[in-house]
């Protein structure tokens, strides 16, 4: 069943262009799956036939996951990996049926996205006001991040030739190696235009200091690259630095806790939605594959309508008249 595992595991880098960290999390729940089943038919995973993902064995899985504590998204990823490998091996030959198809997705829990308001914004970017040039970089990060929506893992992995600065638009390079083309504000656009006269001797200074050339030479056809957002040493900042960047600035100007560069995507989505933009149009500035995955900000905004009828209607919080 290893065996299986591996080529699946291969099918999706090759052949679904899958990320690494999706190959990792696909790994981390099938591994978790066959040992489960290991352990429940006392054969090795190392020795399981294929004919041993059966149905139940799946629900046995999924209730394990639930005793464990674990939450609702949690056990639907898992069952969500778990159906993708069986139609491989459907595919493959390798088994007749699909019983991950006869099992109902555990109902997630309904959670509002986490987001800033209008203001809780202003006064982030407004945090970034230091005067220099790795200062004058962290506002425009704040100030695209807010603009475009874009995803963490998007905006670090955005190129100098991929932001057009007279248009205001910038490609992104999403989930599925999808590209997509998003429009930014001119306050973005500056904050962008001021950063990138540092750029340079931001990696200038740091070539000198580790005596090294900056681009990179990717493939056989040596495609230079030149990262838009750069660390102090001149190369490309990576997620986790950019997700401390943001958290500092947040601790700076706001009482707000947990609020990750992700929120910021929320805010962005939030903030379009309360001023009237269109559900479909916000799906395609996210990138996203579903229109259902940008519905939960529909929540958002029903959540907020809410709280403001309780407050504000005479009667809301008067008790039942008899």
Not at 110 to 136: F, K, N, Q, V, Y
Not at 158 to 174: F, H, I, P, Q
């Amino acid at each position: 069943m290893l065996d299986y595992l591996n080529a699946f595991l291969q099918f999706l880098e090759l052949n679904r262009n899958a990320s690494a960290h999706t190959v990792r999390a696909y790994e981390s729940d099938l591994s978790q799956l066959l040992q489960h089943i290991a352990v429940q038919t006392g054969v090795p995973a190392t020795e399981l036939e294929p004919a041993r993902l059966d149905r139940a064995a799946i629900r046995s899985f999924l209730a394990a996951v639930h005793k464990q504590g674990q939450s609702r998204a949690t056990a639907a990823r898992k069952l969500a990996a778990a159906r993708t490998f069986l139609r491989y091996l459907r595919r493959e030959g390798v088994i007749d049926g699909d019983p991950g198809a006869l099992i109902a997705t555990p109902r997630r829990e309904l959670r509002m996205p986490a987001h800033l308001s209008e203001d809780e914004m202003t006064r982030l970017i407004a945090a970034a006001s230091d005067d220099t040039p790795l200062g004058r970089r962290d506002r425009a990060i704040l100030e695209l991040f807010y603009a475009s929506g874009l995803r963490l893992g998007e905006l670090v992995g955005l190129d100098v030739e991929d932001a057009n600065l007279s248009a205001r638009m910038v490609r992104v390079l999403g989930k599925g190696g999808k590209q997509r083309i998003v429009p930014f504000n001119t306050s973005a656009a500056t904050a962008l235009r001021t950063y990138l006269k540092d750029r340079g001797r931001i990696v200038a200074a740091g070539q000198a200091g580790a005596g090294r050339s900056g681009r990179v030479r990717v493939g056989r056809q040596e495609k230079t690259r030149d990262p838009l957002f750069v660390n102090y040493r001149g190369t490309r900042l990576t997620v986790r630095s950019v997700d401390r960047l943001v958290r500092r600035y947040v601790a700076a100007c706001s009482a707000r806790m947990g609020i990750s560069p992700h929120a910021l995507r929320h805010s962005f989505a939030t903030h379009l939605l309360q001023r009237g933009a269109d559900l479909r149009a916000i799906q395609e500035l996210l990138g996203h594959v579903r229109l259902a995955t940008t519905q939960r900000y529909t929540h958002v905004n029903a959540a907020q309508l809410l709280a403001v009828y309780q407050k504000s209607h005479p009667r809301a919080r008067a008790g039942p008249s008899n």
